[in-house]
């Protein structure tokens, strides 16, 4: 069953140097994940319906399954993917991982 991995960056302390290092560096790094066979990020504002939302960007990377994510992170693209989120995302991040089915 397909799985997402689901990346909330939040607020960042510049919102335009993380811009440039997540498009330019980030992106390039993660899009060697072994196995990554979809990337999509927001695209403007991210809000709520009740408004703002604590977060700047959120990335869904789409895999084939859970262990074909677990073997992604384990493998050297998916450690220097890890490394080098602290490098930008100076507002923490949150990521969540779940199979999904279209209803």
């Known amino acids: 069953m ?14 335009a140097a993380f811009d440039k290092y997540y498009f330019e560096t980030h992106v390039p790094l993660a899009k060697k ?5 979809k990337y999509t990020v927001s ?5 709520t319906p009740a408004g703002p939302a604590p977060y700047h960007l959120i990335a869904t990377l789409t895999f084939d399954s859970p262990a074909d ?4 992170f384990k493998s050297a ?25 279209e209803v």
């Open 2 to 15: 397909p799985a997402d991995v689901v990346v909330l960056y939040k607020t960042p302390t510049d919102a």
């Open 69 to 72: 994510i677990q073997a992604a």
């Open 77 to 101: 693209e998916g450690k220097a993917t890890a490394a080098d989120v602290p490098k930008f995302a100076s507002g923490g991040v949150e990521m969540l991982i779940h199979e999904f089915k």
């Open 33 to 37: 994940l072994p196995g990554l066979k």
């Open 43 to 47: 695209k403007g504002a991210v809000g």
